[in-house]
């Protein structure tokens, strides 16, 4: 079922991508609102992302096989993402190609929901679009699909709601905000993407240069204090063979620049490579599921 389902999503989202901002986002960031008044971050996780996905595991157990499977391929559409952050690099990469830099900057700092740096050269907006890529790309796509291989639509829901609180609540800069409110949900998405994160490290590792991917991600990863994001870019700058450098890491405001990776700083060029290293890194998942399936049928 995890094999077939996914791969229908993935085919939907190549065919219809999701409106996810009307249909996924809106409601959620309506019920976060709602659940932020309670004053109490604790027990609004809880009721929102171990509610939600109690409520998917329930409805997939109660149906039968049939359904169960159509239910399955409904809560993966909605919470995996391929496409979902991927317009913002090809936008980026098109606005880069047409010497448009600043619409580039621009596009960079709405994806980022960071402010946008007018200094930026091309070379430097097309590695932080790199370093963007590599993270969206598990959080919108490795991620769910870890979580759904392992618990079904109700670890899809669990990984998908927990990823919208982080961002919702963990980067609250809300004066207003009660002190501390957003730790929690900070401390249990890392927990819960803490095994994901690595497993895609790994597909990356896979899918480009294995040794450097590697020595980067155990030599150079631990200096980033996002150690999730920094395992991921880590890993994908040694497949890549690239270095790349990120002044504004989470968690690094103030810092000095932190590079990782080998080889040559990246630049435009390497801005093609990355979406091919995505699409291996997909097709040896896919691979992996399908090894997986057969192996588990043949042992029955």
Known sequence: MTLFSLIVVLLLEQLRPLPVERFVL?????????????RNEQLGWVALVVGGAAVCGFIAWLLPWLLSVVFAIVVLYLTLGFRHESHYFTDIHLALRTQELGVARELLAR??????????D????????IEQAMVSAHRCVFGVVFWFAVLGPCGAALYRLSRFLYDEWGARRDEEAPGGFGKFSRQAFVAIDWLPSR???ILFAISGNFEDAVFCWRAQS??????????????GAGALGVKLEQSNAPGTEG????EVGVGEKAGVDDMQATVGLVWRALIVCLAVLALTTIAVVLGK
């Open 222 to 235: 631990v200096m980033w204090p996002d150690r999730g994001a920094a395992v991921l870019v880590s890993a």
């Open 26 to 38: 809106a409601p959620l960031r309506g019920l976060a609102a709602a659940l932020a008044k309670q």
């Open 111 to 120: 994806w980022r929901n960071a402010p946008r740096r007018d200094e930026a």
């Open 122 to 129: 091309a070379d430097e907006v097309a590695r932080q679009a």
């Open 255 to 258: 810092s000095e620049n932190l």
């Open 199 to 201: 497993m895609t490290a």
